[in-house]
């Protein structure tokens, strides 16, 4: 159907005087086609009367304009609406995504929040992470305790102060810890100081259990790679002893208190994982099987050196230099000897050390207990785990006591209470045997 179109003419005049032109805006949006528009379109030829200035001149210009169209009305319409929900819709979905990020910002800080308390409020960056899985690793390694234990009374046919020697033995490497620390500190093993001994300690460890679990058959070699497991578990925690130091380094006595919870809080997690276990599979599979196990888990702390931050030393030192018999090294190391003698004669550091060296010399009665629980009261080792678990329960619920209420309170006054009260609790051994 052909459009129709109509003429419409007026005068070209100022809008002051011609009505017309006032009532007619050309906009973007041009109001010519709506309705409530001043001029009237039919489908057949309209003239308007011309008006005539002065002197009979005609100023009239006729415009031909297409008849107006009720679709493009429609259509023009519908363009405006969608434009305008479209512009609603961005608003709307602008709004949406603000509220959604406000949301995650606080589920966030709600999540970091959580995190930060159940790891005893120390924010897990990647140091503290290492950290708290070497501590965790000396806690799991308790899975073969149980094993050692028997297998020295069992197998090897030890008596009690035999077995007590062996421990002792074991012992050793923790009392010259201050070495591994003059080593670490002055033989860079490629490049770091850190992120090489925390592996080589890992190694060292998964020799020492694999040895157990294969080739040891009498007490000279069983109690050899005790001593190196035992030296494996001490290096690795010189190494992370010396990060919480640096960190602590400058904090008040809470911040200190908290990073000591998660060490000792991640040892506690590791025992409560593996004590349950530990008398269980000594009753399945025997002490070979545990020992297998075992010489797993120190590979976790070889794994976790990645996440310690250190720069790489640069120079001659950086390479693999155990020339420990060299001049820089023994220069080094009398250095730290002296600066170590100097801290010591300080009153605030000689008598806590006095206080550790007289509470770690007193005799204990590991070796005559395990021996009495088994020989005379015939506990079975899966039983023997589950006390082994209920002790590492009780050690974090101490560790939690500690960073609850604790963490600001003296510490002379904590080491008071907890001699006396350790005290009063190992004499219930002698009741008890009684």
């Known amino acids: 159907m052909a459009s129709t179109t109509f003429r419409t003419s007026f005068s070209i005049l100022p809008s002051h005087q011609n009505p017309l032109l006032s009532s007619l805006t050309l906009s973007p949006h041009s109001q010519i086609h709506r309705k409530r528009l001043s001029i009237v379109s039919h489908r057949r030829t309209r003239r308007r009367p011309r008006r005539k200035l002065a002197g009979g001149k005609d100023m009239s210009v006729a415009v031909t304009m297409p008849a107006p169209s009720h679709g493009r009305d429609k259509s023009l319409d519908s363009v405006l609406d969608s434009t305008n929900s479209a512009g609603e819709g961005e608003m709307l979905t602008a709004d949406v995504e603000g509220e959604m990020s406000s949301t995650r910002k606080n589920a966030m800080r709600k999540s970091k929040y959580l995190i930060s308390r159940i790891c005893f409020g120390v924010e897990l960056s990647p140091d503290n992470i290492a950290v708290a899985m070497v501590y965790f690793v000396q806690g799991v390694l308790g899975l073969a305790r149980l094993a050692v234990s028997f297998y020295l009374k069992d197998d090897l046919h030890l008596e009690p102060a035999e077995t007590a020697v062996i421990s002792g033995f074991s012992a050793i490497p923790w009392l010259i810890k201050p070495l591994y620390g003059f080593i670490s500190d002055s033989v860079p093993l490629f490049g770091y100081r850190r992120r090489s001994y925390l592996v080589l300690s890992g190694l060292l460890g998964a ?32 190494v992370v002893d010396s990060m919480v130091v640096e960190r602590a380094r400058g904090e008040s006595q809470s911040m200190s208190g908290s990073l000591q919870s998660l060490c000792w809080g991640s040892s506690a997690f590791g025992g409560i994982v593996s004590s349950y276990f530990s008398g269980s599979l000594v009753g399945a599979y025997g002490v070979r099987f545990v020992f297998g196990v075992t010489a797993l888990l120190p590979l976790i702390t070889s794994a976790v050196a990645v996440l310690v931050k250190e720069q790489r030393v640069l120079g001659p030192a950086s390479g693999l230099d155990l020339a420990l018999s060299g ?7 009398k250095q730290h000897i002296v600066q170590l003698w100097d801290a010591v004669k300080q ?10 060296f007289l509470w770690q010399a007193t005799p204990h009665s590991d070796s005559a207990m395990f021996f009495f629980t088994t020989n005379k009261l015939g506990f079975t080792p899966e039983f023997l785990g589950r006390v082994k678990l209920v002790t590492s329960v009780a050690s974090l619920l101490g560790v939690g006591l500690y960073n609850g209420f604790l963490k600001n309170v003296p510490l002379h006054k904590i080491f008071f209470a907890t001699t006396v009260t350790g005290t009063a609790l190992g004499m219930t051994q002698k009741v008890w045997d009684k």
């Open 327 to 333: 001049p820089g090294f023994l220069e080094s190391s």
């Open 347 to 356: 009153p605030n550091v000689f008598f806590p050390t006095l206080f550790i």
């Open 207 to 238: 020799l020492s259990w694999s040895l157990m679990s294969t080739f040891v058959d009498s007490k000279y070699s069983a109690a050899f790679c005790i001593l190196l497991g035992s030296l494996s578990v001490a290096f690795s925690d010189v």
